[in-house]
């Protein structure tokens, strides 16, 4: 028997008659760029969230790269980065033409150090080649980074807040949920992710009505007025009306499923906690659970194990960004960020989805302690 790692299956077959209804409308109507889906599902991201505005985008990448190019950051600037996270936090920094500078994480939350950024934006200012312009702080595995801490220095140093909660979507911090924790919020709907369509999709949540204007219109070529005024540098960045249908169906049931995730992650640590590294329960904090990750010293043998066993796992992520060859230029090298290097070669990901019965999550966990108390 394979175990799947995210069962986007048992999704559809519980959704089936409100997607499948969703999906014919717009075929019925057939709007598909900008039909009324993608302000509906705008609306309902907002009231979710509770943040002021929703933008919706073609994907969570688009969704870092428009706040940058809407404020006008680019070559010169610099964009403070966790090193530990997804190849696109860096990709988009570089592709607004901007100079991304990478921060340590907390060996703990595996978020960005705040210690950390405060020295390199130190650093950089410094140096007085660059103009330190923006932090952004990524929600790992979707526990929400520490605002309350980076916010300050953020503001401390006049920088754009940038939060990428790709993975966090759902997730909530000191009584308040990922969308409203920095000043710009970066989601994604990548079919794997806490709220997955079917196809790319991503959205900028902001309670800031100025920014929120700039976004939709960087979204569609830097329209002004209409479509043939272009006041601005854009880009064709707007979500499919498919993604917005689908994504409204799944949304009925999002806080359901993000309750089932947190329930799986509850199991787990109880299972496991004594026999390898769990992750990290924050005061205040719960996580939207996208991933389940763990540390272990042979990760490989505990990885082979649990394939044998039928049993997926994932490494998020084997290589930090400044060791990445397309990064690297940007980067210190080697031993310039101990604690994403050693993370790099100790984490793994279990499997994780709302949908796990208790006894699949039990036979995981018995594949698991047989495998570390070898
Ligand atoms: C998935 C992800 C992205 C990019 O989202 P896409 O929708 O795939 O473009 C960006 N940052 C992080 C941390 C992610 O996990």
């Known amino acids: 028997m394979q175990i799947p790692f995210v069962d986007l299956k048992a999704q559809y077959a519980r959704l089936k008659p409100e997607i499948d209804a969703r999906i014919q409308r717009v075929l019925d109507h057939g709007q598909f760029i900008m039909g009324p889906e993608v302000r509906e599902l705008e609306t309902a991201l907002a009231s979710h969230s509770g943040a002021r505005h929703a933008v919706g985008l073609s994907s969570g990448s688009d969704a870092l790269l428009v706040p940058l190019l809407a404020s006008n950051i680019g070559r010169g600037g610099a964009v403070f980065l966790p090193s530990f996270t997804f190849t696109a936090t860096a990709e988009m920094i570089l592709l607004a033409g901007a100079t991304p500078v990478f921060v340590d994480v ?32 990524v929600d790992l595995f979707g526990l929400p980074a520490d605002y309350a801490k980076i ?14 909660a790709a993975q966090s979507f759902g997730a909530d911090a000191a009584g308040r949920m990922v969308g409203t924790l920095a000043e710009v ?11 997955g369509g079917y196809g790319d999709g991503g959205a900028l949540l902001t309670d800031n009505d100025e920014l929120a204007a700039l976004y939709r219109s960087v979204r569609s070529h830097g329209q002004g007025e209409d ?11 707007r979500l ?7 994504l409204l169906a799944k949304l009925g ?7 089932s995730r947190r329930k ?15 992750p990290v329960r924050v005061e205040g904090a719960n996580s939207a659970w996208a991933q389940y990750t763990v540390q272990c010293d042979d990760r490989e043998a505990l990885r082979t194990a649990l394939g044998k066993a039928g049993i997926p796992t994932a490494i998020y992520y084997p290589r930090p960004m400044h ?12 031993g310039s960020l101990l604690v994403s290097e050693a993370l790099a070669g100790r984490v793994l990901s279990l499997p994780m989805h709302p949908y796990m019965s208790e006894e699949t999550a039990e036979l995981i966990c018995r594949a698991v302690i047989e495998a570390v108390s070898r």
């Not at 049931?253 to 309750?259: L, Q, S």
Request: proline share 5%.
């Open 227 to 237: 479509k043939y005024d272009i006041v601005r540098l854009g880009l064709n960045a």
């Open 253 to 259: 049931v999002f806080t359901d499923e993000i309750a």
């Open 151 to 164: 916010g300050v220095i953020a503001k401390q140093h006049n920088l754009l807040m940038i939060a990428d």
């Open 323 to 334: 060791l990445q060859p397309a990064y690297a230029a940007w980067g210190d090298g080697e």
């Open 240 to 246: 499919d009306t498919l993604q917005a249908a689908i």
């Open 185 to 195: 919020t970066a989601i994604s709907f990548f079919p794997a992710k806490p709220l």
């Open 264 to 278: 799986l992650a509850d199991y787990y640590d109880a299972r496991l906690t004594q026999y390898l590294t769990t």
């Open 106 to 137: 907390d060996a703990q939350t595996f978020n960005m150090d705040p210690l950390d950024l405060d020295r390199k934006i130190k650093r950089v200012a410094a140096a007085g080649d660059l103009v330190p312009r923006a932090v952004i702080a």
